[in-house]
């Protein structure tokens, strides 16, 4: 049974970076072919999909957040990690990181964790 368990600061503050860790257990995430997923949900609102870190290490990010967005993986530790810079108040939101088997095969989700953004 796969595991994944965010792990991160609940606050932030505005322009800062935010950072997310997810640890993943019953499986690698150097498996082939899943990509490792960070997908959130402001408050109100659907869900967006962020990005993702493939089993090989390559990362996709969504074009609206290409460019305040990092997604790297630690394989030592089984953990993949967001970093979202220049953080505003729209940035809050329920944060999860998700595994895909393959064409938006969303099949195990953390819990997700909470983050807000305010001064």
């Known amino acids: 049974q796969v595991q994944l368990q965010e792990s991160g600061p609940g606050l932030v503050k505005p322009s800062q970076t935010l950072s997310l860790t997810c640890t993943v257990s019953?499986?690698?995430?150097?498996?082939?072919?899943?990509?490792w997923t960070w997908i959130r949900q402001p408050p109100g609102k659907g869900l967006e999909w962020m990005g993702a870190?493939?089993?090989?290490?390559?990362?996709y990010y969504t074009p609206s957040l290409q460019s305040r967005t990092s997604i790297s993986r630690d394989t030592s530790k089984n953990q993949f990690t967001l970093q979202l810079r220049s953080v505003t108040p729209e940035d809050t939101a329920v944060y999860y990181c998700v595994r895909d088997s393959g064409n938006y095969d969303f099949d195990y989700w953390g819990q997700g964790t909470q983050v807000t953004v305010s001064s």
């Open positions: 870190i493939s089993y090989s290490g390559i990362p």
């Open positions: 019953g499986g690698s995430i150097t498996t082939n072919y899943y990509y």
